[in-house]
Every structure is written in C-alpha cells, then in structure tokens.
C-alpha cells in the first residue's frame, strides 16, 4: 500500500482563498501589505525564488519590491535593512537565498526587527522562539510542520530532523517542542544515524543530498516530510528516495508539490500578519 500523498499545493491553495479576505480588509483600512526583498545574488535561483514570491504576492494583492545592494557588501545590506525597518510603508523584510559566503550573516541576522522578520531569519526572532515569545517562525520550517499536520497529531510522537541549519532544523526542532514531541535531532557527526531515523514516528529530512533516506531507514507507517530541494539532471528532487519509502511510510511529502508551495505561502501570511499588526 502506497504511502499518502500529502499535497502541499492544495493546502498552499486553501491557505492562499484565507488570505484574500484579510487583504481586502487591510487595503479598505489604507494599507497595503509590501515586502521588500533584498537581492544579494543575481543567480538564476534566486532570481527564480524572488519571481516566484512577486506571481504568487501578486495574486493576493500584497506588493513585493526588490532591492539590490550597491555595492554588494555586509555593510550595505546592513543600511538597507535599516532604512526598511524605518519605512512605515514596508510590512516585511527579507534577505533572499543564496547569500554570497563573503558576506557575514551574523551582521546581516542581527539589524532583522523582529516585527519585521517575516522569514525569521534573524537573531532576534530566533531567540523568540527559544523562549516562546512571539515571533516569525522560519517559512520553510513552519511549512515542513503543517505537512505533518496533516497526517498526524503532533503532540506526543517522536519527532526525528536529519538537519540542524538555522533555516530549518533547529528552528523546527523548537516548533516541534512547542507542539508536545519528542524530539531527537541529527546531523553529519551522528552515529547510527539511520537506526535513529527508524525510531521516528514523524521524520523531517533536510540534508541537501538527493535520496538521503532510503526505505530500509523509515519505521512502518512513519509519517515523512522531505524539505530537500536538489537539481538532478534538470529535475527537482527531494532528500528522501521515494520509490523505496512510499510503500513503507504511511504519508510522504512529495517533491516538488510538497513543502515547497506551503513555504512561500506562509511567508506571504506572515507579510500580511506584519501588516495587520501595524495597523492595530
């Protein structure tokens, strides 16, 4: 019996319908939800992720502006994010992916305002949600945890994340821990690791490495959700091997259709939470 397929365009559709009603009413009340995305990469994926964001924004009536740092420096992508988090006009503020390695990300993650951070990428919005304070969660980690959503009860199960960047395995180790799993986390340096996995109800896979997790790693009738995203000869592929998974886990998040749409609207619904919040 093949795992469920959990589609992430259809619950990104569902969850796109809610925000237009939320839009209307800001636009009635004069504001217009605007995120500003600073570009540092002019490569075909992040020109590619910045044009997805503008067709999907577009759609809904939020307005996505881009802004290129001149020169590209640390510094300048610094003055940009302050000058943004000054401008009443603007609800959210992103840095897009890829960033080049010359640029130091702990300067950049320290000037995100948290009430700003709609991706979550900053030091602030982090620490919040260590602590449990209010805050922007990661897009891509908080889409990974409404796919397992869908399938299970979170509270309670083990939750094992093949991962630990601070895009998505740390910050979705610490949303699990908020909805009541048990969590174990794993990385490059862990032993046994795929006796690790084995023991996961729900298993979240964020690696970067093309059919990481095979079927002989995943517990019958686990719950699996792939967050990889790799080019394999012009193919968009995941971290899970679905073709040896499917038949063994009872739901799979599939690549592309899975993760992917619900990430960019989460982001979208935290630009318009931004803008909402502004209002009063």
Known sequence: MKAQRLDGKGLARDRRQQLVSRVERLRTQGSIPRLSVILPSQDEAALAYYHAKVHAAGKLGIEVNSFVPDPLSTA??????????????????????????????????????????????????????????????????????????????????????IGR?????????????????????????TRDLAEIARMA?????????????????????????????????????GDVDAGTVESIARALSPVPGGVGPMTTTLLLEHVVQAAEAAVG
């Open 76 to 161: 300048c992508i610094v003055d940009l994010i302050r000058s943004l988090s000054g401008d009443t006009g603007v609800s959210g503020i992103m840095v897009e992916s890829p960033i080049p390695t010359r640029i130091d990300m702990k300067a950049v993650r320290t000037a995100l305002p948290v009430a700003k951070d709609v991706d979550g990428a900053g030091i602030e919005s982090l620490g919040h949600l260590l602590s449990g304070k209010p805050a922007f969660p990661p897009a891509t980690a908080a889409a990974a945890l409404a796919l397992a959503e869908m399938a299970c009860d979170i509270a309670g199960k083990h939750a094992v994340v």
């Open 165 to 189: 960047s601070l895009v998505v395995g740390r910050p979705l180790a610490l949303l699990l821990l908020a909805r009541d799993a048990t969590v174990t986390v794993c990385h490059s340096k």
């Open 201 to 237: 109800d729900i298993l979240f896979v964020a690696v970067g490495r093309p059919g990481f997790v095979t079927g002989d790693m995943v517990n019958p009738g686990a719950v699996v959700i792939d967050v990889g995203t790799n080019w394999v000869d012009g193919k968009l592929v």
